[in-house]
T-cell receptor
Framework: NAGVMQNPRHLVRRRGQEARLRCSPM?????VYWYRQLPEEGLKFMVY????????ESGMPKERFSAEFPKEGPSILRIQQVVRGDSAAYFC?????????????FGNGTRLTVT | KNEVEQSPQNLTAQEGEFITINCSYS?????LHWLQQHPGGGIVSLFMLSSGKKKHGRLIATINIQEKHSSLHITASHPRDSAVYIC???????????FGAGTRLTVKP
């Protein structure tokens, strides 16, 4: 049973380009969480999705960032018109159900570098 | 002030030493998580606890709800334990999880 798969592992974009980060949750998991880890900082929650629904996007910047989790296929975190401050590691985690008593399974992250 | 504080920030130990990493939090929680992030970046969930103590191999996690404090202990430390250890708390759901800044542990042979 494959774990949470994120790709690409590393992504380099020039300022103004778009970045697309993909996350395939563990088999049987329908809850996906995206987190951002800025250099030398802790993880910060961005968005929580279930299949076809955004449940909580309170941690996501209002502009340029969007996320989706379609019925078929991976969850996508999309950053438009990237700026240097978007350089960070982006982690996806999944769980089979919601609630605090549930262990999250994390992917290996995508390291975005904006030049 | 961060809602989740970890200490120390950095810790260097000799192989075989007993290690303690501390986590204090200032919010009401229903669960506390300890995570391990290896060089190269992948994150693994080590423990989730809401009371008492849990043990897995050489790792022990404890939590004191009244004092809002948790500790992660590593017995007989080994160089492969070198990683960043992250404490996280959640109140209602995993989407309100708050993370500490992490403790970078280096175990020297």
């Amino acid at each position: 049973n494959a774990g949470v798969m994120q790709n690409p592992r590393h992504l380099v974009r020039r300022r103004g380009q778009e970045a697309r980060l993909r996350c395939s949750p563990m088999k049987g998991h329908s809850h996906v969480y995206w987190y951002r880890q800025l250099p030398e900082e802790g993880l910060k929650f961005m968005v929580y999705l279930q299949k076809e629904n955004i449940i909580d996007e309170s941690g996501m910047p209002k502009e340029r960032f969007s996320a989706e989790f379609p019925k078929e296929g991976p969850s996508i975190l999309r950053i438009q018109q990237v700026v240097r401050g978007d350089s960070a590691a982006y982690f996806c985690a999944s769980s089979p159900v919601s609630g605090t008593g549930v262990t999250l399974h994390f992917g290996n992250g995508t390291r975005l570098t904006v030049t | 002030k961060n809602e989740v504080e970890q200490s120390p920030q950095n810790l260097t130990a000799q192989e075989g030493e007993f290690i303690t990493i501390n986590c204090s939090y200032s919010v009401g929680i229903s669960a506390l998580h300890w995570l391990q992030q290896h060089p190269g970046g992948g994150i693994v969930s080590l423990f989730m606890l809401s009371s008492g103590k849990k043990k897995h191999g050489r790792l022990i996690a404890t939590i004191n709800i009244q004092e809002k404090h948790s500790s992660l202990h590593i017995t007989a430390s080994h160089p492969r334990d070198s990683a960043v250890y992250i404490c996280a708390v959640s109140s209602y759901n995993n989407n309100d999880m708050r993370f500490g800044a992490g403790t970078r542990l280096t175990v020297k042979p």
